[in-house]
């Protein structure tokens, strides 16, 4: 069984900072994209950032240039740093990851990101 772990989420002042880590474990395939989505409250999940396993990005357009999505395909985990936060981007934050051939994907439990103004 495929599991996701996320940490360090928490509570900021606008402008400051936070990294997001997403730990895979129990995989058998490899892992192609892992990626990070958020959901506010009254709003859909909606993705923030993706990585390939050949360290291909992408970002939604109300973080570029604030945030950086990086992996380390040894450990199977994804990193997420977020600088500038402003308000609009408190939300959960979901790690996913698209396993290799089998395509299945897998999510983790979500961790709360709270910018305060």
């Known amino acids: 069984q495929v599991q996701l772990v996320e940490s360090g989420g928490g509570l900021v002042q606008a402008g400051g900072s936070l990294r997001l880590s997403c730990a895979a474990s129990?995989?058998?395939?490899?892992?192609?994209?892992m990626d990070w989505y958020r959901q506010a409250p009254g709003n859909q999940r909606e993705l923030v950032a993706s990585?390939?396993?050949?360290?291909?990005?992408n970002y939604a357009d109300s973080v570029k240039g604030r945030f950086t999505i990086s992996r380390d395909n040894n450990k199977n985990a994804v990193y997420l740093q977020m600088n500038s936060l402003i308000p609009d981007d408190t939300a959960v934050y979901y790690c996913?990851?698209?396993?290799?051939?089998?395509?299945?994907?897998?999510w983790g439990q979500g961790t709360q990101v709270t910018v305060s103004s």
């Open positions: 129990g995989n058998k395939f490899k892992i192609s994209i």
């Open positions: 996913r990851a698209v396993m290799m051939f089998t395509q299945r994907e897998y």
């Open positions: 990585i390939t396993s050949g360290g291909v990005t």
